[in-house]
């Protein structure tokens, strides 16, 4: 336990905290989002949704669902800090085609829109 508290504390890389964005929906309830692609290094925390960046339009998952998934190169470090180099193409096309199967992205928009 000392060596997970040593590692979450002072072993972290200096790497990028990246795209955050607070959105605010119909019920003036904030919501802050993260948005990931695979061209940076990044330490992710808790968020009320990840974005991973596709052309077309974001996959939309949460931290429980990004962490069911996570490429081979990433590291839970605790229950949502989430150390996450760029990965291979592979990884990063896997990931995506894992994260489509829960993309929140039509129930956040329809729920929003109201």
Known sequence: MFDLILQVN????DFEIG???RVVNSEDDPK??????NETDYILDKYDY???YVPDKPIMITNEILNTMLPSNWDLVDEYTIVA???NHSEWDNL???AKKYDLW???TKKNKK
């Not at 002072?10 to 890389?13: A, D, F, Q, T, V």
């Not at 802050?32 to 692609?37: N, P």
């Open 19 to 21: 795209n955050i964005m």
């Open 85 to 87: 180099p760029i990965t």
């Open 50 to 52: 990840i974005l991973l």
């Open 10 to 13: 002072y072993e972290i890389p």
């Open 32 to 37: 802050i989002m993260k948005v990931l692609t």
């Open 96 to 98: 995506l085609n894992n």
């Open 106 to 108: 039509e129930k956040f």
